[in-house]
């Protein structure tokens, strides 16, 4: 079955970049949309961005445009979330996500529109 696998987060100060990542094992990807939620405390599950096998991306209205950027690997089953200008608010558990829906799909849906997700990675934005 599908699993996916964060890496990447952990500790930066303020105005800092951060790149995650998530491989894909135990299904067939290139019907699949790949992205990123993410979680802080006491918060709701909100979408980051995803993108689908041909890079087509959406990317959530909260998030100021080009602060994150989605990026793509086929070749290796992997998704990227690039980070930067992080900030104490962007402190959250990041979740790869994975399913049939499209990225413009799981902005609106928001995590019911996920059928995979990793277990996330904690990114802690702090001096």
């Known amino acids: 079955q599908v699993r996916l696998a964060e890496s990447g987060g952990g500790l930066v100060q303020p105005g800092g970049s951060l790149r995650l990542s998530c491989i894909g094992s135990g299904g067939t990807f290139n019907t699949l949309t790949m992205g990123w939620f993410r979680q802080a405390p006491e918060k709701e599950r909100e979408f980051v961005g995803a993108i689908t096998y041909s890079t087509r991306s959406a990317y959530s209205a909260d998030i100021p445009k080009g602060r994150f950027t989605v990026s793509r690997d086929n070749a290796k089953n992997t998704v990227y979330l690039q980070m930067n200008s992080l900030q104490p608010e962007d402190t959250a558990v990041y979740f790869c996500?994975?399913?049939?829906?499209?990225?413009?799909?799981?902005?609106?849906?928001?995590?019911?529109?996920?059928?995979?997700w990793g277990k996330g990675t904690l990114v802690t934005v702090s001096s």
């Open positions: 996500a994975a399913g049939v829906l499209t990225p413009s799909s799981w902005s609106y849906r928001g995590p019911e529109g996920v059928d995979y």
